[in-house]
């Protein structure tokens, strides 16, 4: 079945580092790939989407491109802030018509990122 | 405000005593559902309903079960909890996509999360 796999963490850096979160995906056809974003005490919300291969998708200095042919989506942020810290969730929807419905979100096990002043 | 809300945001229950969690969204969206989260898990689809009335199973539905009466309104029912379902709870809402696309072009909207301790 589907699934998604991201680096392991937790991460910790100092403020202005260079960030990349590791996001590789199985899945047949071409799903839409996310990357949400859990900070302490609340609950998720969507960071970065891309819906086709080359897309790239970008949001508070965040990127991601959907690069179909390593099934990648690695996160990436050039100058981390405290603020960032927080938790961030890969996850991938399947294609239409697709068995179990494809408004199901397929989750990473998340990645913990810790940004120290 | 667009919102999901979730009721009790913290629930500390004992083994076998029934309860529900409610989950309601004020954006008219026709797919609902809930997640689980566990450490080194990170979050798994117990259920999902893609409009009133039709619900179906995600990947982890033993021992819950959902009901979709009205629109907004997508509770959670623990018949009778046990310790492994103590977790994180999340409910989300979204439109369904425009098939035509075979795209996904919506978000979804995740409500806080319910905290669940069963003794």
């Known amino acids: 079945g589907d699934s998604v796999t991201q680096m392991e963490g937790p991460v910790t850096l100092s403020e202005e580092a260079f960030l990349t979160i590791n996001c590789t995906y199985t899945a047949t056809g071409y799903p839409s790939l996310f990357w949400y974003v859990q900070y302490p005490g609340e609950g998720l919300q969507l960071l970065l989407k891309a819906t086709k291969a080359d897309d790239k998708g970008s949001n508070k200095g965040f990127e991601a491109t959907y690069r179909k042919e390593t099934t990648s989506f690695h996160l990436e942020k050039g100058s981390v802030q405290v603020s960032d810290s927080a938790v961030y969730f890969c996850a991938l929807s399947p294609p239409p018509f697709t068995q179990g419905g494809s408004e199901k979100l397929v989750f990473g096990k998340g990645t913990k990122l810790t940004v120290n002043p | 405000e667009a919102q999901v809300t979730q009721n009790p945001r913290y629930l500390i229950t004992v083994t076998g005593k029934k309860l529900t969690v409610t989950c309601s969204q004020n954006?008219?969206?026709?797919?609902m559902s809930w997640y689980r989260q566990d450490p080194g898990l990170g979050l798994r689809q117990i259920y999902y309903s893609m409009n009133v009335e039709v619900t179906d199973k995600g990947d982890v539905p033993e021992g819950y079960k959902v009901s979709r009466k009205e629109k907004r309104n997508f509770p959670l029912i623990l018949e009778s909890p046990s310790p492994n379902q103590t977790s994180l709870y999340f409910c989300?809402?979204?439109?369904?996509?425009?098939?035509?696309?075979?795209?996904?072009?919506?978000?979804?909207?995740f409500g806080p999360g319910t905290r669940l301790l069963v003794l």
């Open positions: 954006m008219n969206h026709e797919y």
């Open positions: 989300a809402s979204s439109p369904i996509r425009e098939w035509r696309e075979g795209r996904s072009k919506e978000t979804q909207y």
